[in-house]
C-alpha cells in the first residue's frame, strides 16, 4: 500500500514535471517571441532616439549660429547707430578737434572695442599725430608714433588690414598687435581725394572678444567720414584764413584810402582856398580894366578913333568872359567849402524861369528856336535860392541854346516826381557822346566839338549847376545821345 502510494506519487511527480517541464517549454518559446517581439521595439525605440539626438544637435548648432548671427547683427546695427552719430556731428562742424573729440572712448566702446587709435601725417612736414588714442597712454603714444615713423607704415599700408592672434600671421601683423598691445585689430587707411591723410585703427586685448569683417566694413566706412571731416575742416580753415587775410587787407587798404582821403580833403582846400584868393586878385584889377575901357569907349578922354573903339569894345568882351570865369570860379570854391550858404525861400518855378527866358529871349530869336515852357499853374512851390536857381536855368538853357542849331527846339518842363520838383530843360541839339556824359560835370572839362572850338567857354557852368542843386539837396543828370539832342534834369525840394 505504501508502495503503491509512493508510485502513484511518483507517478503524478513525473507527471507534474513533465507538465512543468512541457509548460515550460512552451512558456520559453512564447517569452523567445515576445523578447524578439521587444528588441525589435527597442532597436526602433534606439534608432528614433538616435535620430532625434541627431536632429536636437543640428537644432542647438542651429540656434548656436543664429545666436552668433544675430550678436553680429546686433553689434553691426549698433555699430552703424554709432557711426550715424558720429556723421551728424561731422556734417555739423568744421573744425577738426572738435571733430575728434567725438571719438572717444565711449564712441570706441559703442562699435564694440577698448582701444582705438586715429594717426594723422602733416601735409608739409609728414609729422605724424594722434588726435585720437583711446587706451593709450602718452608714453605708449610716443612709442607707437616712433614705430610709425620708422616703419613708415602709412605709406605702406595701402588697404584695410585684419590682424588676430587666433589666426595664422605674418610677422608684420604680428608685429602690429605687439606694438598695439592687443590680440585682435583692425586698420584703415584714410585717404581722401587728394592724399594719404593717416590712418585709423581699432582693437582689443581681450581673449573672448575678435575683430570681424563686418568691424573691418564699419571701420572703411568711418575711416571715409573722417577723410571727409578732416578735408572739410581743411578747406574751411583755409577759407577762413583767405578770409582773414583778406580781412586784414580790406582794413589796411581803407586806412590808406582814409589817409589818402584826408590827403586828398586837405589838398582840395588849399586848392578852393588858392582859388578863392587869385580869383579875388583877379577881381580887382579885372574891375579896373573893364572901368578904363569903358571911360575910353564913352570918349571921355578925347575922341576915340573908330580902330581904337573896336579894339576896346573887344577889351570890354573878354574883361566880361574872364569876369565871368573869375566869379564861376569863385562861387564853385565857396559853395564846395561851404562859404556860400543857400538862402532858401519859397519860390514860384515858373516866375523864376520866366525871368531866366526873358534874358535869353534875344538869343532864341536870333537863332529861331522854338521853345516850350510847360510847368502847370498847379505845381507846387520850390525852396530854393532864387538867385543860384537861376544862375542854374542860365547855365542849363544857355547851353541848350549854344549846341541847337538854327530853328531846333528847347522846351522846359517841371513836374513833381516822388515828392520833389523835377526840372528838364531838353534840346534838339548836337548831344554827347556817350563816353562823355560821365564827365560833362567836372570842372574845366569841354568837348571836343565844332560849337566849342567857335564859342569859347571855360567848362564850368555845368560843375556850378552841380554844386548848386547838390547844395539845394537835389540832384543833376542828364540824358543824351550823340546827334539826338540832350536832356538836363535836376531836382529841387518842395517849398
Ligand atoms: P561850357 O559850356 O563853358 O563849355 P559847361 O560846363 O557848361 O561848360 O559844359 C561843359 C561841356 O558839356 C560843354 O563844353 C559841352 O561839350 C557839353 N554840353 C553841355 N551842355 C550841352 C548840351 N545841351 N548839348 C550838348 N553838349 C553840352
Given at each position: 500500500?505504501?508502495?503503491?502510494?509512493?508510485?502513484?506519487?511518483?507517478?503524478?511527480?513525473?507527471?507534474?514535471?513533465?507538465?512543468?517541464?512541457?509548460?515550460?517549454?512552451?512558456?520559453?518559446?512564447?517569452?523567445?517571441?515576445?523578447?524578439?517581439?521587444?528588441?525589435?521595439?527597442?532597436?526602433?525605440?534606439?534608432?528614433?532616439?538616435?535620430?532625434?539626438?541627431?536632429?536636437?544637435?543640428?537644432?542647438?548648432?542651429?540656434?548656436?549660429?543664429?545666436?552668433?548671427?544675430?550678436?553680429?547683427?546686433?553689434?553691426?546695427?549698433?555699430?552703424?547707430?554709432?557711426?550715424?552719430?558720429?556723421?551728424?556731428?561731422?556734417?555739423?562742424?568744421?573744425?577738426?578737434?572738435?571733430?575728434?573729440?567725438?571719438?572717444?572712448?565711449?564712441?570706441?566702446?559703442?562699435?564694440?572695442?577698448?582701444?582705438?587709435?586715429?594717426?594723422?601725417?602733416?601735409?608739409?612736414?609728414k609729422e605724424l599725430s594722434l588726435p585720437v588714442a583711446v587706451g593709450y597712454p602718452p608714453e605708449k603714444q610716443e612709442k607707437i608714433k616712433k614705430f610709425l615713423s620708422e616703419k613708415n607704415i602709412l605709406n605702406t599700408i595701402r588697404q584695410p588690414l585684419l590682424a588676430d592672434k587666433s589666426l595664422l600671421l605674418d610677422a608684420a601683423?604680428?608685429?602690429?598687435?605687439?606694438?598695439?598691445?592687443?590680440?585682435?585689430?583692425?586698420?584703415?587707411?584714410?585717404?581722401?581725394?587728394?592724399?594719404?591723410?593717416?590712418?585709423?585703427?581699432?582693437?582689443?586685448?581681450?581673449?573672448?572678444?575678435?575683430?570681424?569683417?563686418?568691424?573691418?566694413?564699419?571701420?572703411?566706412?568711418?575711416?571715409?567720414?573722417?577723410?571727409?571731416?578732416?578735408?572739410?575742416?581743411?578747406?574751411?580753415?583755409?577759407?577762413?584764413?583767405?578770409?582773414?587775410?583778406?580781412?586784414?587787407?580790406?582794413?589796411?587798404?581803407?586806412?590808406?584810402?582814409?589817409?589818402?582821403?584826408?590827403?586828398?580833403?586837405?589838398?582840395?582846400?588849399?586848392?578852393?582856398?588858392?582859388?578863392?584868393?587869385?580869383?579875388?586878385?583877379?577881381?580887382?584889377?579885372?574891375?579896373?580894366?573893364?572901368?578904363?575901357?569903358?571911360?575910353?569907349?564913352?570918349?571921355?578922354?578925347?575922341?576915340?578913333?573908330?580902330?581904337?573903339?573896336?579894339?576896346?569894345?573887344?577889351?570890354?568882351?573878354?574883361?566880361?568872359?574872364?569876369?565871368?570865369?573869375?566869379?564861376?570860379?569863385?562861387?564853385?570854391?565857396?559853395?564846395?567849402?561851404?562859404?556860400?550858404?543857400?538862402?532858401?525861400?519859397?519860390?514860384?518855378?515858373?516866375?523864376?524861369?520866366?525871368?531866366?527866358?526873358?534874358?535869353?529871349?534875344?538869343?532864341?530869336?536870333?537863332?529861331?528856336?522854338?521853345?516850350?515852357?510847360?510847368?502847370?499853374?498847379?505845381?507846387?512851390?520850390?525852396?530854393?535860392?532864387?538867385?543860384?536857381?537861376?544862375?542854374?536855368?542860365?547855365?542849363?538853357?544857355?547851353?541848350?541854346?549854344?549846341?541847337?542849331?538854327?530853328?531846333?527846339?528847347?522846351?522846359?518842363?517841371?513836374?513833381?516826381?516822388?515828392?520833389?520838383?523835377?526840372?528838364?530843360?531838353?534840346?534838339?541839339?548836337?548831344?554827347?557822346?556817350?563816353?562823355?556824359?560821365?564827365?560833362?560835370?567836372?570842372?574845366?572839362?569841354?568837348?571836343?566839338?565844332?560849337?566849342?572850338?567857335?564859342?569859347?567857354?571855360?567848362?564850368?557852368?555845368?560843375?556850378?549847376?552841380?554844386?548848386?542843386?547838390?547844395?539845394?539837396?537835389?540832384?543833376?543828370?542828364?540824358?543824351?545821345?550823340?546827334?539826338c539832342g540832350a536832356t538836363f534834369c535836376f531836382t529841387l525840394p518842395k517849398a
Amino acid at each position: 500500500m505504501f508502495k503503491l502510494n509512493i508510485g502513484i506519487v511518483f507517478a503524478a511527480t513525473s507527471a507534474i514535471i513533465v507538465g512543468a517541464f512541457v509548460y515550460l517549454v512552451i512558456l520559453t518559446e512564447k517569452q523567445k517571441k515576445a523578447r524578439g517581439n521587444l528588441q525589435r521595439s527597442l532597436d526602433k525605440l534606439k534608432k528614433a532616439y538616435d535620430e532625434l539626438d541627431e536632429q536636437a544637435k543640428i537644432i542647438v548648432k542651429k540656434d548656436l549660429e543664429l545666436n552668433k548671427t544675430q550678436e553680429e547683427l546686433d553689434k553691426k546695427i549698433n555699430s552703424l547707430y554709432t557711426l550715424h552719430k558720429l556723421s551728424k556731428a561731422i556734417s555739423s562742424t568744421f573744425d577738426a578737434e572738435k571733430l575728434f573729440s567725438q571719438i572717444d572712448k565711449t564712441f570706441i566702446s559703442e562699435l564694440g572695442f577698448d582701444k582705438g587709435l586715429i594717426v594723422l601725417a602733416s601735409k608739409d612736414t609728414k609729422e605724424l599725430s594722434l588726435p585720437v588714442a583711446v587706451g593709450y597712454p602718452p608714453e605708449k603714444q610716443e612709442k607707437i608714433k616712433k614705430f610709425l615713423s620708422e616703419k613708415n607704415i602709412l605709406n605702406t599700408i595701402r588697404q584695410p588690414l585684419l590682424a588676430d592672434k587666433s589666426l595664422l600671421l605674418d610677422a608684420a601683423k604680428k608685429e602690429l598687435l605687439q606694438i598695439f598691445d592687443l590680440s585682435s585689430l583692425c586698420l584703415v587707411p584714410i585717404i581722401s581725394q587728394e592724399a594719404r591723410l593717416g590712418l585709423i585703427m581699432i582693437g582689443t586685448d581681450l581673449p573672448y572678444a575678435r575683430v570681424t569683417e563686418g568691424d573691418l566694413e564699419i571701420l572703411s566706412i568711418l575711416s571715409g567720414q573722417i577723410a571727409g571731416g578732416v578735408e572739410n575742416a581743411k578747406l574751411y580753415e583755409e577759407l577762413w584764413q583767405s578770409h582773414q587775410y583778406l580781412e586784414q587787407r580790406v582794413a589796411q587798404r581803407t586806412k590808406e584810402l582814409a589817409s589818402a582821403n584826408e590827403k586828398l580833403k586837405k589838398i582840395d582846400k588849399l586848392k578852393s582856398e588858392f582859388v578863392s584868393a587869385v580869383s579875388h586878385e583877379l577881381r580887382t584889377p579885372l574891375t579896373s580894366i573893364k572901368g578904363y575901357a569903358a571911360i575910353l569907349m564913352a570918349g571921355k578922354l578925347g575922341v576915340v578913333p573908330a580902330p581904337v573903339k573896336e579894339r576896346l569894345e573887344k577889351i570890354n568882351k573878354h574883361s566880361d568872359s574872364l569876369t565871368k570865369l573869375v566869379n564861376d570860379l569863385l562861387d564853385i570854391s565857396r559853395i564846395e567849402s561851404g562859404k556860400v550858404g543857400m538862402k532858401l525861400e519859397k519860390l514860384n518855378l515858373k516866375d523864376v524861369v520866366n525871368e531866366v527866358v526873358d534874358i535869353t529871349a534875344p538869343q532864341i530869336k536870333e537863332k529861331k528856336i522854338q521853345l516850350a515852357v510847360d510847368i502847370p499853374g498847379k505845381a507846387p512851390a520850390c525852396l530854393a535860392d532864387k538867385v543860384q536857381l537861376g544862375r542854374v536855368l542860365t547855365n542849363l538853357l544857355g547851353n541848350a541854346i549854344k549846341f541847337t542849331p538854327e530853328k531846333g527846339k528847347i522846351s522846359i518842363k517841371a513836374r513833381e516826381v516822388e515828392g520833389l520838383l523835377q526840372i528838364d530843360v531838353r534840346d534838339s541839339g548836337i548831344g554827347i557822346g556817350e563816353e562823355e556824359l560821365a564827365k560833362i560835370f567836372d570842372e574845366f572839362y569841354r568837348e571836343d566839338n565844332a560849337i566849342n572850338q567857335k564859342i569859347k567857354g571855360a567848362g564850368l557852368g555845368l560843375s556850378l549847376v552841380k554844386h548848386i542843386v547838390e547844395a539845394h539837396k537835389g540832384k543833376v543828370w542828364v540824358s543824351s545821345k550823340l546827334g539826338c539832342g540832350a536832356t538836363f534834369c535836376f531836382t529841387l525840394p518842395k517849398a
